[in-house]
């Protein structure tokens, strides 16, 4: 089974650029999350998401940030516009249900200069 | 809010040898889950191993194995017979029973190195 695929894997833009992550979740995983993982403030949940349907946000830094899921099967998280502060690994995940583990991407690593 | 402590920033054992790491949580939840990560130099987040609040009996995944206090509010993960793959860093998480709420609350992580 193909898990959950994040692209692009790495990505360096400069500040001010639009900056848009992509996943693929796991087929008939009906829960998708965006985590942000830095070195001061380790993995914190950005949004989540249920039958594609926003359900928590609060963990969104500004208006800066958006995510959308357009279906079942496709995710994006998007910075407009980026600035340095921005930077650190973006990981997606997914789940079958509550109670049940997330399985993770592998992760975009973000770097804004 | 829930929050979860890793009281151990680093930790270092010899291959073959048992480690083990430390995590407590606080909430006023009865019903939850807590998971453990292994997250390694290649960065991807792996699952060790999950427990139910309302399970007694401790998780068990191979050499990996937890010791689960609910009153203490603990929920540590032992290693036994470690090998130089296990090296890695290892996240404490958190989640909430509740349905609608299903996010992973992360302690800040233990870096494991397993030595020769």
């Known amino acids: 089974d193909a898990g959950v695929i994040q692209s692009p894997r790495h990505e360096v833009t400069e500040m001010g650029q639009e900056v848009t992550l992509r996943c693929k979740p796991i087929s008939g995983h009906n829960s998708l999350f965006w985590y942000r993982q830095t070195m001061m403030r380790g993995l914190e949940l950005l949004i989540y998401?249920?039958?594609?349907?926003?359900?928590?946000d609060s963990g969104m830094p500004e208006d800066r940030f958006s995510a959308k899921m357009p279906n079942a099967s496709f995710s994006t998280l998007k910075i407009q516009p980026s600035e340095p502060r921005d930077s650190a690994v973006y990981f997606c995940a997914s789940s079958l249900e509550t109670g049940q583990p997330q399985h993770f991407g592998d992760g975009t690593r973000l770097s804004i200069l | 809010a829930q929050t979860v402590t890793q009281s151990q920033p680093e930790m270092s054992v010899q291959e073959a040898e048992t480690v083990t790491l430390s995590c407590t949580y606080d909430?006023?939840?009865?019903?939850?889950?807590l998971f453990w990560y292994k997250q390694p130099p290649s960065r991807q987040m792996i699952l060790v191993i999950r427990q139910e609040a309302y399970k007694q009996q401790n998780a068990t995944e191979n050499r990996f194995s937890v010791n689960f206090q609910k009153a203490a509010k603990s929920f540590s993960l032992k290693i036994s017979d470690s090998q130089l793959g296990d090296t890695a860093m290892y996240f404490c998480a958190f989640m909430t029973g509740r349905g609608g709420s299903e996010k992973l609350v992360f302690g800040k992580g233990t870096k494991l190195t397993v030595n020769p």
């Open positions: 998401f249920n039958n594609n349907v926003p359900i928590d």
């Open positions: 909430t006023s939840e009865n019903n939850y889950y």
